[in-house]
């Protein structure tokens, strides 16, 4: 079955054909870094207009680099959430039309679960149970899978993502935007063992993440330090550096102690990290080292497939078409769209007055 993925949740223009869920005959991105760069940050009315002007360029390079003609595609595979509006509707509105037009199925993809899939490619098949951390700059969960396409939610963050963790410090210290590439660099020559951070505690003993604390801390200890920010075109000092590497050290140490731990208590056969944040070699490294420790294999997406693309969409909508899933005409944008299809706890933690905010 020949699949092409759309996705167009955040900042990302990407379209992707896949053959039968594993092989990638073609995967075209767009970024709107540069576009949102001045900004510091994705600005929403910006990044639907551009997928606008950009959406039909994608899909057409990536039929075109994959060698595949209009009427070879056999359905459909377009993220529905969770995202920015009017980015999920460019994607939405256009996949719809094309799967009208040819008269083939269309399924919604959960993005999340897109990020799951893009270990699909470049490693042996998943098995199950498994437990896989996403980290990106909207999401920091980790689910636990039993079989493929059942998950629970078995941690995630209180607060902000760990992808906007690194974005929000990055721009405390000068670095720009976004901020997770530029920290990982200057990082590496730093010593993550100069400034320890507390580890967040959750009150209620729930192996939950929360990164605004450390942020805080980031914040505090430039003011009181006298550490100054990066000015623009100047090179890092060494204690920048430093303050860096032990940010990345206190935000990957959460994130894998979490994942050990919960391994330990629910044994699964393996690990997925995925999401822009696992392009980071520190978090990789880390991950690694407790898949030793467990005796498990983890799986990792290559750097192109980390950060938001549409094979993994594809990938995601390939499982879902197998099992007969297909999407209406009235499908539509789901942004606040859950992972979640198991052992459903909310209304047990909104009873506990647990809060969320992603
Ligand atoms: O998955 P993604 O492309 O978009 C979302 O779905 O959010 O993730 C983007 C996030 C950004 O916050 C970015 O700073 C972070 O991934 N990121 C990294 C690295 N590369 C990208 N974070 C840490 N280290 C990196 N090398
Ligand atoms: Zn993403």
Not at 14 to 25: K, Q, S
Not at 194 to 221: E, N, Q, W
Not at 238 to 265: G, H, P
Request: hydrophobic letters at 40%; one cysteine or more.
């Amino acid at each position: 079955m020949l699949v092409l993925g759309i996705e167009s949740s955040c900042d990302e223009t990407a379209a992707a054909a896949v053959h039968n869920g594993r092989e990638i005959l073609s995967s075209v991105i767009a970024s709107q870094i540069e576009l949102h760069k001045p900004w510091g940050g994705v600005v929403p009315e910006l990044a639907s207009r551009e997928h606008l002007e950009k959406i039909e360029t994608i899909v057409t390079e990536a039929l075109e680099h994959g060698g595949v003609l209009l009427r070879e595609v056999d359905a459909i595979a377009v993220t529905q959430g969770p995202g920015l509006i009017g980015s999920l509707l460019v994607g939405i509105c256009y996949a719809k039309s094309l799967a009208y037009a040819l008269d083939i199925p269309i399924v919604g993809v959960n993005h999340i679960e897109g990020h799951v899939y893009s270990v699909n490619f470049e490693n042996p098949p998943v098995e199950y149970p498994a437990l896989a951390l996403i980290v990106s700059g909207g999401h920091t969960n980790i689910f636990y899978i039993p079989e493929e396409g059942k998950y629970k939610v078995v941690s995630r963050t209180r607060d902000d993502a760990a992808g906007e963790a690194f974005d929000k410090v990055a721009k405390m210290l000068g670095l720009g935007y976004p901020g997770g590439p530029v920290i990982e660099k200057i990082a590496r020559e730093g010593d993550a063992g100069k400034i320890k951070f507390t580890k967040a505690k959750i009150s209620d003993g729930r192996p939950d993440l929360s990164f605004s604390g450390l942020k805080t801390a980031v914040s505090r200890y430039l003011r009181e330090s006298g550490v100054e920010p990066l000015i623009n075109g100047t090179s890092p000092s060494q204690e920048l550096k430093d303050l860096a590497a032990s940010f990345q050290e206190s935000v990957v140490r959460s994130l894998v102690d979490t994942m050990e731990k919960l391994a330990i208590n629910l044994g699964p056969k393996a690990l997925i990290v995925a999401g822009g944040v696992a392009c980071n070699l520190a978090l990789r490294a880390a991950s690694k080292a407790a898949a030793e420790r467990l005796g498990i294999p983890a799986y990792f997406p290559s750097k192109h497939l980390s950060t938001d693309n549409a094979a993994m969409i594809a990938a995601a909508g390939y499982f879902h078409l197998q099992n007969g899933e297909r999407a209406g005409l009235n499908m539509t944008a789901d942004i606040t769209m859950r992972l979640q299809n198991l052992n459903n706890e909310d209304d047990e933690l909104r009873r506990s007055k647990v809060r969320y905010r992603l």
